[in-house]
């Protein structure tokens, strides 16, 4: 379902009168209400697991030599980037052609700051064996690359918003409707509907808990 169609089907589900809604943009009074809660429904279910698997996804960047620092945007070209998933990162040789990838090991920062940026550690450069993430979530490779690297992974996106009427949430079809459930709670608190609010939490816990055995590791 789209947008507008989560919308509808919330009205349907609150039991709000009159014809399903052409469009969910430039709304006001109660129609504007549902399609913020819709909106913010889905950034709920997104932000409540930081490893949910359809917010994960691939990248590959190369290094710079002497560079061991690297920003998710600047660096990786990554503009939804949410957070790195630890264990996934690999290191080839550019223009090797993967023939010499080996796996990164994830090293904790402070772990990492206290034996990589240290006495004569900061200007030790050879190939990268572990990554470390930074307190601003940048990567931190040790040693520093002495040449270019393809550094291939995986990130968590950020949560996405739906804004146009056609935008489609990433979970599977047949979980889209824990945003109608969980919209339905927002109603039910605004509008003081009990019962409302009864079935939406009943629902959306069935559904939520389906969801979390099908969509996290």
């Known amino acids: ?31 504007g209400r549902i399609v913020a809660w819709v909106q913010q429904a889905w950034i709920d279910i997104q932000t ?8 994960r996804k691939p990248f590959t960047f190369n290094t710079v030599a002497a560079q061991w620092q690297y920003n998710a945007g600047t660096d990786c070209g990554l503009s939804d980037f949410g957070n790195w998933k630890r264990d996934s990162f690999r290191a080839s040789t550019v223009g090797n052609d993967y023939k010499d990838e080996q796996l990164l090991n994830y090293m904790e920062w402070t772990t990492y700051r206290n034996l990589y940026r240290y006495a004569n550690m900061r200007n030790t450069k050879a190939r990268p064996v ?4 930074t307190p601003e979530k940048d990567l931190a490779f040790g040693s520093i690359p002495d040449q270019a690297y393809v550094i ?22 047949r979980f889209q409707m824990a945003i109608v459930y969980r919209a339905m709670m927002y109603y039910a608190g605004y509008e003081a509907a009990p019962e409302v609010l009864a079935r939406g939490d009943f629902e959306y816990r069935r559904l939520y808990s389906r969801m979390e055995i099908d969509q996290l590791p």
């Open 1 to 31: 379902m789209n947008l507008l169609q989560l919308v509808n089907q919330t009205r349907v589900e609150c039991g709000v009168s009159g014809p399903a809604l052409s469009t969910a943009q430039g709304l006001g009074g109660e129609s």
């Open 130 to 133: 572990v990554v470390s993430i």
């Open 48 to 55: 409540s697991k930081e490893d949910w698997l359809f917010l």
């Open 152 to 173: 291939d992974g995986e990130y968590y996106t950020q949560p996405a918003s739906l804004l146009l009427d056609t935008d489609t949430p990433l979970i599977p079809v």
